[in-house]
């Protein structure tokens, strides 16, 4: 039993932040990738950043510069510092984490619930 948890959406007028929290419980072994997701109505959902075991980083070109991805190993808690919003980042943000439940074991990918941000004037 793994759960994935994302917690700190809500609404933010343009050039505000947030700050996104996620974090993993259950049977873990260990967590290799972390990241988070977007969907906007109407829209697939889209990669918006991810962070590896190793603390490697990538984000999509339209947040670069504007968020920040990291982690807490010691909680498994990957966060999404949100700066310098816009309203095409309105969306609803999903946790994913790629998950062992045990050493032997290979590694599944876990979301979350999703957590709605809305940035509106």
């Known amino acids: 039993q793994v759960q994935v948890v994302e917690s700190g959406g809500g609404l933010v007028q343009p050039g505000g932040s947030l700050r996104l929290s996620c974090a993993a419980s259950?049977?873990?072994?260990?967590?290799?990738?972390m990241g988070w997701y977007r969907q906007a109505p109407g829209k697939e959902r889209e990669l918006v950043a991810s962070i590896t075991r190793g603390g490697g980083t990538n984000y999509a070109d339209s947040v670069k510069g504007r968020f920040t991805i990291s982690r807490d190993y010691a909680t498994n808690t990957v966060y999404l510092q949100m700066n310098t919003l816009k309203p095409e980042d309105t969306a609803v943000y999903y946790c994913?984490?790629?998950?062992?439940?045990?050493?032997?074991?290979?590694?599944?990918?876990?979301w979350g619930q999703g957590t709605l941000v809305t940035v509106s004037s």
């Open positions: 994913n984490a790629e998950i062992r439940r045990y050493r032997v074991d290979g590694y599944h990918e876990h």
């Open positions: 259950g049977s873990i072994f260990d967590i290799n990738r």
